[in-house]
């Protein structure tokens, strides 16, 4: 995949946080999916940076019920799209990774 493509899908699923961090509201499978994938696949590729990763997926679902979290997971939307994210991530080169991290973690 080039990487003009890989930073699109990844900037258009960080352009989905307001949407999945809108309150209490349980947020879209796809657009967690997508975001859960990509801060999973990045804690992965960047184990020195993990803990930030992790503390962003946990305020993706924060103030909704465990419960609400677990139905959307479980549904083939989440899983459809977590899927497409991390066959995106495994198909990229290291420097795609490097990148399309670095701009989930705040770096430029």
Do not use: W
């Not at 801060?39 to 997926?57: G, I, T, V, W």
């Not at 946990?58 to 419960?67: H, I, Q, R, S, W």
Request: aromatic share 6%; net charge neutral; hydrophobic share 35%.
């Amino acid at each position: 995949m080039g990487l003009k493509m890989f930073s699109i899908v990844c900037i258009s699923a960080a352009l989905a946080i307001p949407q999945v961090r809108a309150g209490e509201k349980p947020p879209a499978p796809a657009a967690l999916g997508q975001l859960e994938s990509i801060l999973d696949s990045c804690a992965a590729a960047k184990p020195k940076e993990s803990e930030n990763y992790k503390k962003q997926r946990a305020k993706l679902t924060e103030g909704v019920p465990e419960k609400d979290v677990a139905k959307i997971r479980d549904s083939e939307e989440y899983k459809q799209a977590y899927t497409a994210i991390r066959e995106r991530f495994d198909q990229a080169s290291s420097e795609e990774v490097d990148q399309a991290c670095s701009a989930f973690a705040g770096h430029k």
